[in-house]
């Protein structure tokens, strides 16, 4: 089983962190194929617990190989803060190999995430402001600075001063901002240029190599499907494709390398920024649901929105992206309900979908239809085998298969790399 790609199946932050670092210890390479650092991805490893944001979550286990593919938008500094950390505590986080062709996330693009966001005012995505959306801007309108460019200085000094030469414009006479030097942004690359040259590599070659002989190479998903710029929420999603597709396309192999797409879906929903979220709790049962599961950004710090399990949503990323398994994170945050939740259903105006609508503006007009099953108040942490939860648990993880499609391999009771019952083996 050599390719395997896992995906959040919601709207972010669903344990994809944890997921990937626990298959990590029988994988050989783990890849992040999409984003940047706007992902957090949080891995708790006995008393430690380590925030990655750029770097892949496998990097924990010292046999795997971690690589950024050409997909990824890399801010330097953030590499290196992240990497220079790790080393502090032991980890060799230096050998991450990284793909001369994936674009660089500079100091401008911060500031026009940043300044475009004010000037949207209400009607703003609510972006992690770390530049992802105007550095894959830049990509597209081919206009953007590679990895690879680091190593010619005279056409980095180039690329930068064009790049530069429109959004100074924007900048000045639109946003009432002062230019940005070409040559301190271009310095300021180039200074990381030695450090980076020994980690870039052909990436494709690496893990069609690597595919070749039998390996197992993990991709490792960020943000989410309903985030991705073509099936999410659109305008409120990231600007990339975060869906399993995104792993041929942001790493160089082709889609027959694939084996097994695992989506990691939390036993509740969340939502972080802006956008619609049919079942969003506005009231004192969603401040519960983020009390009870710790529901704030592991990137930004802010309050995640919270709401019931939500079918559709993940219905939609099982599809989509052609799950093979489902691993269910965090039922443990369920423990303590008589009844529980769960959408079944939405009405639009009278209509009731199964699936999601096919509009903005029907999704913005869709009431949850709920389904309510038992609860359980067992603590179920300590549980490592689907039958030693109560009989209500394994009805309501029954009860979401059915309803998504997909068989639930796996079922995260707590944040521990140990604290996890394995239903189908994922490897
Ligand atoms: P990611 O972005 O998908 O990797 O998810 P985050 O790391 O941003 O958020 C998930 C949070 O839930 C982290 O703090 C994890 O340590 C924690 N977590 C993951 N799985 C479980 C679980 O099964 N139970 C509990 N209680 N916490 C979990
Ligand atoms: P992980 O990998 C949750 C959200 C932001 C915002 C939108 C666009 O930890 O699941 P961006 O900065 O990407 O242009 O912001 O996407 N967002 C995330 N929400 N988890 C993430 O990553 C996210 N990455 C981006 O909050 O709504
Ligand atoms: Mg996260």
């Not at 639109?174 to 310095?187: F, G, K, L, Q, T």
């Not at 990137?299 to 993940?314: E, I, K, N, Q, S």
């Not at 799950?323 to 008589?338: A, I, P, R």
């Not at 707590?414 to 490897?427: A, K, N, Q, S, Y």
């Amino acid at each position: 089983m050599p390719g395997i790609v896992i995906i959040g199946t919601q709207w972010g932050d669903e344990g994809k962190g944890k997921a990937t670092d626990q298959l990590g210890e029988r994988v050989d390479y783990v890849v992040r194929y999409s984003g940047g650092n706007n992902a957090g991805h949080t891995v708790v490893v006995g008393d430690e617990k380590y925030a990655l944001h750029l770097l892949p979550s496998a990097i924990l286990n010292p046999n795997c190989v971690p690589v950024i593919g050409n997909g990824v938008v890399v801010d330097l500094s953030v590499l290196f803060e992240e990497i220079d950390a790790l080393l502090a505590r032991g980890i060799a986080a230096d050998r991450v190999l990284i793909s001369a062709n994936a674009h660089i996330i500079t100091p401008y693009h911060q500031v026009i995430d940043k300044v475009s966001e004010r000037f949207l005012g209400k009607r703003k995505i609510g972006t992690t402001g770390r530049g992802v959306g105007p550095a894959y801007a830049d990509k597209v309108n081919r206009v953007g600075i590679r990895i690879q460019d680091l190593f010619d200085e005279s056409i980095l000094r180039q690329k930068v001063t064009a790049a530069l030469e429109q959004k100074n414009a924007l900048l000045v006479k639109v946003y009432n901002r002062p230019a940005i030097s070409a040559e301190e942004v271009s310095n300021t690359l180039l200074s990381f240029a030695d450090r980076v040259r020994p980690m870039v590599v052909d990436a494709g070659v690496i893990l069609n190599d690597a595919l070749d002989a039998g390996k197992v190479v993990l991709f490792e998903g960020a943000q989410a499907h309903h985030l991705d710029v073509d099936f999410g929420t659109y305008p409120y999603v990231t600007s990339s494709n975060p869906i399993a597709a995104g792993a041929c396309t942001g790493s160089g192999v082709g889609p027959t390398r694939i084996d097994r797409v695992i989506g990691i879906a939390k036993a509740y929903t969340t939502r972080v920024g802006e956008g619609p979220f049919p079942g969003e709790l506005l009231d004192e049962t969603g401040e519960a649901l983020r009390q009870a599961g710790a529901e704030f950004g592991t990137t930004t710090g802010r309050p995640r929105r919270c709401g019931w399990f939500d079918a559709l949503v993940v219905e939609q990323a099982a599809r989509t992206n052609a799950l093979t398994d489902v691993f269910l994170t965090k039922l443990d945050v369920l423990t303590g309900w008589e009844k529980i939740p769960v959408i079944v259903a939405y009405d639009v105006e009278g209509v009731r979908h199964t699936r999601m609508p096919m509009t903005q503006t029907e999704l913005h007009h869709a009431v949850p239809v709920y389904e309510f099953l038992d609860g359980w108040t067992e603590d179920i942490t300590k549980a490592r085998a689907f039958e030693e939860l109560p009989a209500t648990t394994q009805t309501y993880v029954k009860r979401l298969e059915e309803l998504i499609g997909v068989r639930i391999s796996g079922i995260g009771v707590g944040p521990g790399r140990e604290e996890t019952v394995m239903i189908h083996d994922l490897l």
